[in-house]
């Protein structure tokens, strides 16, 4: 069953903009990462929050989790040309006790516009 | 350099015609996973391997099989593959032998069956 489910499915802004993308979820989980990809290219980690922190940052990156809405944020802040991508939130079950499965949504494609 | 190697990355095939598609990682990861994504459904995991010899299924493995022989190489085949199995396929690995962590992608396979 599908896990995460990014909102909105695009997003096209100016450089320079701020860019927020929201991921929900279902079921309980252990942690939330999210993921890059370049058009037709492999994934890339961005960066991982657990389901016991509220707020992490990375660079450019700002990524919230709450945990009793079931749902997460990405900002990207003072974005570029080169942040045009698809963005992917991934997340694992907290009952998959064998920590085997990793559950993507269907990504939010992100423009920016030089 | 780290990294997540799959072959070949382009193939058109014949319905019924068996191939393999490989993957290999260098960063003596034990979780390897493989991954396929179709527009509107996102990444859908196929099959993962939890360290060698150790195999299970993910969400979409009718037609699919694995094998894990050793750590480094995760081979999907597909003993007959149908046009129902065009796709872009990702092969993938994680530390720790738990997706739990960052997974590392392969640059992809495009696979068309005709």
């Known amino acids: 069953s599908q896990q995460g489910e990014e909102d909105p499915q695009a997003l096209s802004i100016q450089e320079g903009e701020n860019a927020t993308m929201n991921c929900s979820y279902k079921?309980?989980?252990?942690?939330l990462q999210w993921y890059r990809q370049n058009s037709g290219r492999g994934l890339v980690h961005l960066i991982l929050i657990r389901s016991n922190e509220r707020e992490k940052h990375s660079g450019r990156l700002r990524v919230t989790l709450d945990t009793s809405k079931k749902s997460s944020s990405l900002l990207i802040t003072a974005s570029r040309a080169a942040d045009t991508a698809s963005y992917f939130c991934a997340t694992d079950a907290l009952w998959e006790t064998s920590g085997s499965r990793l559950t993507f949504g269907e990504g939010t494609q992100l423009t920016v516009n030089p | 350099e780290a990294q997540v190697t799959q072959n070949p990355r382009y193939l058109i095939t014949v319905t019924g015609k068996k191939l393999t598609v490989t993957c290999s990682q260098n960063?003596?990861?034990?979780?390897m996973s493989w991954y396929r994504q179709d527009p509107g459904l996102g990444l859908r995991q196929i099959y993962y391997?939890?360290?060698?010899?150790?195999?299970d299924k993910g969400d979409v493995p009718e037609g699919y099989k694995v094998s894990r022989k050793e750590k480094r190489n995760f081979p999907l085949i597909l003993e007959s593959p149908s046009p129902n199995q065009t796709s872009l396929y990702f092969c993938a690995s994680s530390g720790d032998g738990r997706p739990f962590y960052e997974q590392y992608f392969g640059p992809g396979t495009r696979l068309t069956v005709t």
């Open positions: 960063m003596n990861h034990e979780y």
């Open positions: 391997s939890m360290n060698v010899e150790v195999t």
């Open positions: 079921t309980s989980i252990n942690n």
